[in-house]
Each structure stands twice: as C-alpha cells, then as structure tokens.
C-alpha cells in the first residue's frame, strides 16, 4: 500500500466532514470560528509557498493580507464598488506590491531579508493608519458589505458564508498542490536546500524567488478580501508582524513545507486559543509550553513527521521487494545449476 | 574548450586568484591542485559565475562567458559540485535529481496553471533524465531510499548525478573524494574516467595525490593564488617549486 493510494479517500473523507461541520456544530459561534481559520489557513498556505517551500522568511505577510482587505474595504464602502470586483482587484494589488517588495526585499538573503521584509510590513502598516484621507486611520472602517450573492446564491448569513470560504479553501490547496507538485515547485525547494546549488543547476535564482514571492502576496491579498466580507470590520492592527507570527506558528505546528499543515494549525491552534479563552492572558502559559514541546518533539511539525514515516515506511517496502527478488533470483540460480 | 586568461579576484586587500592564464582541452581530467587558501575554489567560483572577475576574461568554447551568472553558465554547459551537497532530506534520492533538467525544458508558471501538455511532457523528460544518470553513476538501487539515509559515498555520486542532470559539456568537481575511504576513492576516479569515455571534459579540485597522479592529463598547481605551475603528472611531481610549495620532499622522491 503506498502512501497515494489511499491519499484521496483520505481527502474525500475530510472534505465531507468539512461539509457537514455547519449542521453538527451546536451554534453558529463555532461555525464562524470554523470559518475564520479557514481565511488565516489560505493566508498560511501563501505564506508557507515562500517560507516552507522557498526557503524565504517573509514577515510582511500580515502585511499584504491587510493592503487585500482594506482594497475590499475602501472600494466597497467609500467608492460604491460590487465586492467581487473588488474582491479581485484585492489579489491583485498585493500581487502587483508583492512584486516590487519582492524584487527590493529579494536581494538580501536570509536574515538579511526577514528584517528587511519586517519593515515593509511595518511600512504598510504605518500607511494604513496614517493615511487617514484613504483608510479612515485607527477608526478603521466599518460597514464593509457582505459579499453579494451570486446568481441565485446569498452570502448573508454565517451558514453561506462559511461554505464561500470553504469553497476559496478548497481551490487555494488545489492550486498550490498543482504549483508545488510541478517542475516549478521543485525549484522553489532546490532553492530551500540551498540557493547555490539551484543556480548552479540553472535556475534564475531572482526570478524563481520573486515569483514565490508574488504568489504568496496574492494569498494574502485574496485571504485579506475574504477576511473584510467576512468579519466585515478591519483596522490597521491586522497588518502588524504578531499576525504573521500566527501564520507562521500555524505552519510550524501543521507541518512546514507541507501542502496541508498550515491548514492543521490553523485549525488546531484557532481552536486551542477559543477553547482557552477562558484563562484569559493566562492562556499564554499553556500555550507557550505546548508550541516548544511539540517543536522539540515534531520539528518537521504535525504532518511533516507523519509524511517522514510514511517516506521510510514506503522506501523500506521497496527495499524488501527488491531483497525478496534477489533472494528468489539466487534460489533459482541455484536450482538451475544443480 | 575552457581558456582562462589574466584571471584575477581581488577581495579588498586580498587577492585569491592573481593573473591566471591557463586551458583546459576537451574531453581531458584536468585537475587543480595546492595547500589550502591557493585559491582553487574561488578559481571555481569565477568559472562558474559565483564571483564576477576583478581582471581578465574566461571563454568557454570560444565564446566570452567572463561574468554570466551562474545560471546562464550552467545553460551554457557548465556543471559543478561542491565540497559539501545539501539535499532535500525528507525526499528520495530520484525526486532530488529531477529538478537537475529543469533548465532544459520552457514550460513556464502559466504551464503550471493550466496543467498543458508541454508541462507534463517536460516532467516526463526530467524524470526519465534522472534515471538515466542515477543508473550513469550507480546508484539505481537507492533510487528509492529517503536522501537522509544514503552514505557519504552515495551523497557523493549524487551530487555527479546532479551535475550530469543539466545535459554538461564540462563539470566542474569540488573535491569530489574528500571525506570518503581509500576504496570508494577509487570508485569514484573509474567513474570520473566513465565520464569521459562518453566525451565529457571534468575539471577537479583534489588533495588526494595518489588519485590525481593516476587520473589527471594536466594538472595545475596553485600557490597563493598564482599559478606556479603546469603540465602532465610526471612533469609536475619533478617540478621544484610545487615540491616546495606543496607535495613535499617525501613525495617527490616516491
């Protein structure tokens, strides 16, 4: 049994859990839990593109979530324009900034580059709260409309609202599977293992890396639009790095540089912080020692170490067929000769 | 096929390659030797594009390749290893060598996007190219073992794999035995030797003499970063100077 044969009714299971999460759930409270860390998930998946499949540790992600949820924001509340258009052009600022960041941040490596990306996202963030003419400030704005519906489905309520995200969820995963299974994700990660050896292999190390980078921001951006639909109240404090220090403990605890671990600790952490809501800042010294056992014990993360076993396990079966042939080939050889 | 001539890097105050001019023929082991801090791999380094020359020109098959990135050289047909080769541990041993074609294929991110025919069949080709060379080097029997789990030695011949992956004219080896027994050794100089039965060129850095002696068709000495010598094997273990700056008395008179 390899590990792809029973991959996808794995997959089919969850999937139907997913759906039927909204009419087992006691109130609408947990669906709206539910709902949210599925928008942080797809701003983790984007960030993992970068951090766990690059190699890149980028600290303005909060950053780029923020510029895609205050573009549904601005549109839609002071210019009037249809959220799905707006929802969009979301993506495609933080692409389009995520572009010229990338090209300016990229050319430092390593730490070099995290504290520099640390300012950009401090940059955005001053942008935001002080540009009060455009982004209302440290008011923030308020009022942003529900996504409107679509043909003749509404978005108007938590129970619709939560499959829209869940729909978005799914086709972020289905795409990076598609862009870190294909030739292009073996050069992000020949980049992670080490930046010298991919250039010398012949990859374009700036452009591979910029490319990483700007579908990240696009993740962010589209996790940033869902997010101002959803929560449909933003302020300048979501474009701060302890956002993506979240991210970044949901993609440490789920599994780095696996497709589906920033979904896992998005989930498993959302959960674990609603279900300590009642320690209050006391939660931290539960928190705290859970996240340093579990990155002694599971560095790969959650997934991650799963996914090693199931390598080894894989790689031993191969080994024991191929030592059962020699040993049948050697039995004959035998036989013939006597 | 490789002419390097009047090379010279300076960093600040320090100059690790001082006018080198010297060839490397076609289809030959040319090997460089001498004491640590010579400036063999900084001589590598401006080969392949690492570092952009402070003086003179490197041309590659008559063409002028002096400051190209390293992954322009690399297109051109330049290969390399390292000292040390850092693989994705958590892979096997074939999925690390499937990217060493990449820059052989054009499909680009909106391939990706759409899943197109010409992607498919370019992953199809870099699959089937590291099987070709993980079976080249010998190591089709670990083709499916995790990287985390493979010997030095093995490591050692993937990285050659690696470098044969990208379709070379010439590779470029970092001390390709170093770290690895007597025995293996010489496993690794017959497949050197292999490689150039099927026309490729190699170019070597090695401390091992025994191995060079037997191996090399021409090897040049480095000393503080200046050539101070060059020539076949038996020219070069009588030469005065590298006995001096490098091999020892007692080398010379074995």
Redesign the interface.
Known sequence: MTSKTWQKPLLAVLLAFAIIFPMVAANDYYIYVMSLAYIMAIAAVGLNLILGYTGQLNLAHAGFMAIGAYTVGVLTVDYGVPYWIAFVLAGALSAVVGFFAGLLSLRLKGHFFSIFTLCVGFIIYLIIEKWDALTHGTVGIIDIPAPSGLGPIRFDNTWSQYYLVLFFLVLSLW?MS??VH???G??F??I???E??A???????MRTKV?AFVLSTFYAGMAGALYAGFVRFIGPAMALESHTFDMIAFILVGGIGTLFGPLLGAILLTWLTQSLQFLQDFRMIVFGPLLILLIMYFP?GLI?YW??RQ??R??AS??DR?LQRSVLASQQEVRSNA | MLEIQGLTKRFGGLTAVRDVTTSFERNRINAIIGPNGAGKTTFFNLVSGYHKPTAGRILFDGQDVTGLRPDQVAKLGVARTFQSTNLFDQATVLDNLIVGHRLRTTSTFWDVVFNTQRLRADEHRCRAKAEEVLDFVGLSSVAHHLAADISQEERKRVAFALALATDPKIVLLDEPAGGVNPEETLGLAELIRKMIRTGLTVCLIEHKMDMIMSLADKIVVLDHGEMIAEGPPAQIRSDQRVIEAYLGADYAAA
Do not use: H, M, W, Y
């Open positions: 795409f598609r862009i294909s030739l292009l073996r050069a990660i020949a992670r293992n080490g010298d050896l250039e010398t292999l012949g990859i374009n190390l490319l790969q991650g996914r090693q390598a080894r894989a790689a191969v080994q191929r």
